[in-house]
């Protein structure tokens, strides 16, 4: 694996440098050595983060873990990424498609799954149209953090959803 750390509102130290590798390392195993994985390490305030994300043949696995310590975040990111792999590996294997960046003793490898991905309820309602700032209120009224909508200006599905800061997102298709 590549590692490719940087740093905003930090410095990288060595130390900071050397748990990354060390922790981040767990997932060679997984891997091909030609697989990057990009670091990014930052500070707000109190708030000392990181931001791994893995491109693998046309997906991305990526984990942002927030606390008060680099190196516990250090140690939360990489236990979320194993979980997600876990997760990714299931879908590669139901769907026999090629493993791209995964190593073929990993794919191959019956590992105890301890996460299975269950859909234990469906919803269906009807969307009537609407623009993405009377979205936003539908779903403050609902008390939800997102909220799935038609766009009246694209005939489009999208998506609001409540960001940090009380402010909002849009999610759009792309095609």
Do not use: W
């Not at 694996?1 to 740093?7: A, C, F, P």
């Not at 410095?11 to 997932?27: F, H, P, Q, S, Y």
């Not at 500070?43 to 190196?71: A, C, F, L, W």
């Amino acid at each position: 694996m590549k590692i490719t750390i940087s740093g905003k509102n930090i410095d990288v130290t060595e130390g900071l440098r050397a748990a990354v590798v060390d922790k981040l390392g767990k997932l060679e195993r997984y891997f091909t050595p030609d697989t990057e994985v990009i670091v990014t390490l930052s500070v707000e305030k109190e708030r000392q983060k990181i931001e791994v994300t893995i491109p693998v043949k046309g997906n991305i696995i990526r984990s942002e873990q927030v606390s008060n310590d680099m190196y516990v975040s250090i140690d939360l990111v990489e236990e979320v990424i194993e979980r997600q792999l876990r997760k990714y590996k299931t879908k590669i294997v139901d769907k026999k498609q090629e493993g791209g960046n995964f190593q073929k003793s990993y794919i191959e490898n019956d590992y105890m799954e301890d996460e299975e991905i269950r859909i234990i309820r469906t919803k269906k309602f009807g969307m009537k149209p609407m623009f993405p700032e009377d979205a936003c209120v539908q779903m403050e009224l609902l008390g939800h953090n997102f909220y799935v909508f038609r766009n009246a200006e694209t005939d489009e599905v999208n998506v609001v959803y409540k960001r940090k800061g009380n402010t909002y997102g849009l999610i759009e298709p792309e095609f």
